[in-house]
């Protein structure tokens, strides 16, 4: 009798899933994952709120509109001659709705001309107007010297990563290593609908 043959995805996977946390290892990942990025030369060095939920996104279509704008996004990068490693959460908010947190890589040499992009694909992304607040981009502090001053840059990677796994069962900040980078709470519940991380693929 032949070995019964696995089914793909699973409850795990499935796009209308709901979870209020994220667990230890998808936290382990996206903390590896940038690291790996740092390693290859690649820091991550914006950081990027995309408010879907805000702009009429329903939950629902909340990680779909997410993988739109990294693959937008990576296609950018890939056209100006670079990778572009990155990770990303979900949450869920009063304010903002489902909405996404995302870390990537930006070359300091780029950095004036990607300014303008995140508002340009949220815009393409919702077809229409765009809608205020649903976007929100900053550099990470040292990322661009961050290996002539690896402490500036490390302290404010884990800050941002601090902020982004707040929705984690609280004694895993500690375990983690992350206690002390920021003053977000952790063990906060938020109901996302879908995929709650994403990490980028090590080549």
């Not at 089914?7 to 936290?27: H, I």
């Not at 950081?47 to 939950?59: E, M, P, Q, V, Y």
């Not at 990303?88 to 040499?109: C, K, R, S, Y």
């Not at 895993?172 to 992350?178: A, I, M, R, S, T």
Request: glycine share 10%; aromatic share 10%.
């Amino acid at each position: 009798m032949p070995p019964a043959r696995l089914k793909r995805g699973g409850a795990r996977n499935r796009r209308d899933r709901v979870t209020y946390q994220l667990d230890e290892r998808q936290c382990r990942k996206l903390i590896d994952r940038s690291y790996d990025a740092w390693e290859a030369g690649q820091p991550l060095s914006r950081f990027i709120t995309l408010a879907w939920g805000l702009a009429g996104i329903d939950a629902d279509r909340a990680v779909w509109a997410t993988g739109q704008f990294i693959g937008r996004a990576s296609e950018w990068m890939r056209h100006h001659g670079h990778p572009m490693p990155w990770v990303w959460v979900q949450e869920n908010g009063d304010t903002f709705g489902q909405h996404a947190h995302i870390l990537l890589h930006v070359p300091p040499e780029l950095d004036e001309l990607f300014r303008p992009m995140p508002r340009r694909w949220v815009k393409a992304i919702l077809g229409g107007g765009y809608v205020h607040r649903a976007v929100k981009s900053k550099r990470i502090a040292g990322a661009s010297a961050s290996q002539a001053n690896p402490r500036r840059y490390e302290a404010a990677l884990l800050g941002r990563l601090q902020y982004m796994l707040k929705c984690a069962p609280a004694p895993l900040e500690y375990d983690l290593g992350l206690r002390g980078y920021g003053d977000k709470p952790w063990g906060q519940l938020t109901r996302v609908i879908g995929k709650r991380a994403g990490v980028w693929q090590r080549r």
